[in-house]
C-alpha cells in the first residue's frame, strides 16, 4: 500500500493550503504541514482538490474501430483530462447489447487500471430501435451495467421507451436518451437556421430534440422510471426541464451538457471543416447562454463529453459524408473553466458537482464523487486554476486528432489525478 502527500492543496479552491494523505486507497488526514512518511510527494502549491471527474458519455470506440480509439488509450486521455471514471458507449462494433461485449469492455477497463470503465448498454438489439436488448443480463454481468443507451440513434418508438424505463426501474438503471426525432433529422448536417441555410446544408431543426425530451419526461413520470437525456443542445430543452423539474414527479429525470455545446455555435460551419461536425450539432449563441445558464443552476445536471474520436478517413473529408463527434476528454475542464467558472457562473465547488458528485449520484456509484475529506475513497483531481495552455490535437492521448478545440488557448490545467489512491496521471504525463 503506497502513500501520497499531497501538500499546498485547497480542497474545493477554498480556504489556506492544507496537506492530504492518502494512503492505499482512502484520505487518511487532512491538515496543516503534515510530516509524515509518503512514497510520493506532490508539490501542489496551492491547486484545488476536487473529487475525480466522472463522464457519463464517453466512447471509446473498442471493440470495432480500434483506429480510431481504444480502451487504454481513451483511458489515457480520461487520466489526463482528470477522470477517475467514465461511461463508455454501446455503439460499438459488435454493439454493446450483451453480456459478452460489455464485459469485455469492462474487463479491458480493469486490466488498463487507469480509470474505472463502465460499459453502457444498449437499450435495444444493435440499436436498431425495435426490440429491447438483454438489460437484465448486462445487469446481473459481472460489468454491471446500470446505464443503457442507443447513443447515436434515438429510442424513437414511445412503447419502447416506455418498456426500458419500467424494466430498468425494477435493478436501479437509468435509461439515457439521445433526443433527436428522426423524422424531423432525415439527411440534416447542421442546426437549421442562417447558417446552414446560407450554405446550403440540409437543417437539424430544435424540436427534434425538444419533442423527444418532453415526450420522455412524460413517460418517466409516468412509469417512475429514470431518464437522463443526453447531450443537451438548445434553449428549449432547457425550458422543458425547467418545467418538468419544477413540478412533484421531477426527481428521476436529469440531463447533461457537452464542453462543446457549451462553447462553440454554428458560426463555425463557414469553413465545412468537418472537425465542427456533431450530432448534436453546434447551435446559435443563444442556445449556448442558455445551456450556461441552465448548467449554473441545476436544470442541467452535469457536463457530459460526448468524446467522439474519430479516424482521420472519417474527419478529412467533404462534409456530408464526415461522420459526427469531436474528442472531448482533454479538454472539458479548459472549457468548463473558461465558459462557466471565469465567467463567474460556478465556482469550484460548483465544478466539483457539475463534473464528479452529480454524474456519479445519476449512474449510482457509490465511491466516485465522494467529498474530499479523511476516511472516504481517494479519487480526486489537482487543478492549476490559473495556469493556461493551448491545445495541440496532435498531442493528445486518443488516437484521433478530431478535436474543434486544437490551437485555442484554455485555462486550467489537470495537475495529478488519482484512482483509489494511485497517481494515474501527473503533470501531463499517464502513470502506470
Ligand atoms: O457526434 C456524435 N458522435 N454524436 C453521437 O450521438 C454519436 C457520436 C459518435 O459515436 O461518434
Excluded at 445551456?291 to 468524446?307: Q, S
Aim: with cysteine; glycine share 10%; aromatic share 4%.
Amino acid at each position: 500500500m503506497s502513500r501520497v502527500l499531497l501538500k499546498d492543496v485547497r480542497p474545493y479552491g477554498e480556504g489556506e493550503p492544507v496537506d492530504v494523505l492518502v494512503d492505499g486507497e482512502v484520505i487518511a488526514e487532512i491538515g496543516t504541514e503534515l510530516e509524515v512518511d509518503a512514497d510520493e510527494i506532490v508539490h501542489a502549491g496551492g491547486a484545488v482538490l476536487l473529487p475525480g471527474f466522472v463522464d457519463l458519455h464517453t466512447h471509446l470506440r473498442e471493440p470495432g474501430r480500434e483506429d480510431a480509439e481504444t480502451v487504454e488509450t481513451g483511458s489515457m486521455a480520461a487520466a489526463l483530462g482528470g477522470y477517475t471514471a467514465v461511461f463508455a458507449m454501446a455503439n460499438t462494433d459488435p454493439v454493446a447489447d450483451n453480456a459478452v461485449v460489455v464485459e469485455h469492455v469492462w474487463r479491458r477497463g480493469r486490466e488498463i487500471g487507469l480509470v474505472d470503465v463502465h460499459p453502457v448498454g444498449a437499450v435495444t438489439v444493435g440499436l436498431k430501435g425495435e426490440k429491447l436488448a438483454e438489460l437484465g443480463t448486462m445487469a446481473r454481468s459481472a460489468a454491471g451495467v446500470r446505464v443503457f443507451s442507443d447513443d447515436g440513434h434515438c429510442v424513437h418508438d414511445p412503447l419502447i421507451m416506455r418498456r426500458a424505463l419500467e424494466y430498468t426501474s425494477s435493478f436501479g438503471g437509468v435509461v439515457a436518451q439521445h433526443a433527436e426525432e428522426p423524422r424531423l433529422t432525415v439527411g440534416a448536417q447542421a442546426h437549421e437556421g442562417a447558417n446552414a441555410a446560407r450554405l446550403g446544408l440540409a437543417g437539424w431543426p430544435a424540436p427534434a430534440e425538444e419533442a423527444i425530451v418532453a415526450r420522455d419526461c412524460l413517460l418517466a413520470g409516468h412509469t417512475g422510471g429514470a431518464l437522463h437525456i443526453c447531450h443537451v443542445s438548445t434553449a428549449g430543452t432547457a425550458e422543458i426541464l425547467r418545467w418538468w423539474k419544477s413540478r412533484d414527479a421531477a426527481g428521476r429525470v436529469s440531463a447533461e451538457v457537452t464542453p462543446h455545446h457549451l462553447l462553440l455555435t454554428d458560426d463555425r460551419l463557414d469553413t465545412y471543416d468537418p472537425v465542427n461536425k456533431v450530432n448534436p450539432p453546434l447551435r446559435t449563441e443563444a442556445d449556448v447562454l442558455a445551456l450556461r445558464r441552465a448548467l449554473a443552476d441545476g436544470t442541467v445536471d452535469c457536463v457530459a463529453t460526448d468524446h467522439a474520436p474519430h479516424a482521420a478517413q472519417d474527419k478529412d473529408c467533404e462534409w456530408s459524408a464526415a461522420r459526427p463527434g469531436m474528442l472531448g476528454l482533454q479538454t472539458a475542464l479548459g472549457v468548463v473553466v473558461h465558459t462557466m467558472v471565469r465567467t463567474g457562473l460556478l465556482d469550484w465547488r460548483g465544478v466539483a458537482r457539475v463534473m464528479s458528485e452529480r454524474p456519479a449520484e445519476i449512474a449510482g456509484l457509490a465511491d466516485q464523487g465522494r467529498p474530499v475529506a479523511a476516511g472516504e475513497p481517494a479519487n480526486l483531481v489537482l487543478v492549476d486554476p490559473d495556469a493556461e495552455w493551448t491545445v495541440r490535437a496532435a498531442e493528445l492521448a486518443s488516437l484521433g486528432q478530431n478535436s474543434p478545440f486544437d490551437g485555442m488557448r484554455l485555462p486550467g490545467r489537470v495537475v495529478a489525478t488519482l484512482l483509489r489512491g494511485r497517481l494515474t496521471a501527473h503533470e501531463g504525463k499517464v502513470r502506470r
